[in-house]
């Protein structure tokens, strides 16, 4: 590891498995803030990546608050070229639940209470994750699309925030649907005036400020702040 500032960040390979069976490897970037109090793994959208800009933002402003991120890859280029794999949300999640075995198999993350953050697609990844895996401590999804999870929203144990753009109304309505199905500690966010991609001033800096504080709440062991 480098230290940045006062975070270690690594680029690591999360060990995973392809549709037919066999082993890969998916990169990804690994950041522990000094005395970190918890970890996030971030599941991107449909047609982005671990280098998507949106999520390093909110990263970013994670690490302010002492929380770890891993940001990967979901798929290997290969397979993100076909656009069934782009939208598989059983297999993203499966790839999500791999990064979870993988972070809780290393000495220096296996400890940390863990948080998913899901964009897009990804959120419904999140959300099947979160589902089958009860190490998970709470879940945010930015501009997501939660509806695709299906069945799984009802066996998400913990809390759960979907933090939509006011202006996003087609995803806004089908993140109210998903709210109601949601059995567990819950909010939906709306942020006034942002798109899908919340593009607009200050609107991506509210989802960050939004995630930080949720986290904060659910990964920070009891008498922190």
């Known amino acids: 590891m480098t230290l940045t500032g006062t975070a270690a960040a690594a680029d690591i390979l999360v ?16 950041v522990l803030p000094d005395s970190a109090r918890g970890l996030v793994l971030f599941a991107h959208g449909s047609g982005s990546s671990r280098t998507s800009p ?3 933002h909110v ?3 994670l690490h302010e608050t002492w929380l770890g991120t891993l940001l990967f890859d979901l798929l290997t280029e290969r397979e993100a070229a076909d656009r069934v794999n782009v939208f598989d949300i059983g297999l993203l999640g499966e790839r999500l ?3 979870i075995a993988f972070v ?4 220096t993350t ?17 959300l099947i994750a979160a589902a089958q895996e009860p190490r998970v401590a709470a879940v945010v999804s930015r501009g997501g699309r939660p509806d695709m999870a299906g069945a799984a929203l009802g066996r998400v144990h913990c809390p759960t ?6 202006h996003d109304e087609e ?22 005036g942002a798109t899908h991609l919340f593009e607009e001033p200050g609107a991506l800096e509210e989802v960050a400020r939004l995630a930080a504080e949720w986290f904060a709440r659910h990964l920070h062991p009891k008498g922190t702040s």
């Open 15 to 30: 060990p995973a498995f392809s549709a037919s069976g066999h082993p890969l490897d998916l990169p990804g970037r690994l």
């Open 54 to 56: 949106r999520n390093r």
């Open 59 to 61: 990263a970013e402003v």
């Open 97 to 99: 639940t791999a990064a």
């Open 104 to 107: 809780r198999s290393r000495e």
């Open 110 to 126: 296996a400890p940390l209470p863990l948080g998913l953050f899901g964009a897009s697609t990804g959120a419904a990844a999140a």
């Open 161 to 166: 925030l979907l933090v939509v753009g006011g």
């Open 171 to 192: 995803v806004l309505a089908l993140n109210r649907l998903a709210l109601e199905r949601l059995d567990c500690e819950k909010r939906l966010a709306v942020v006034p």
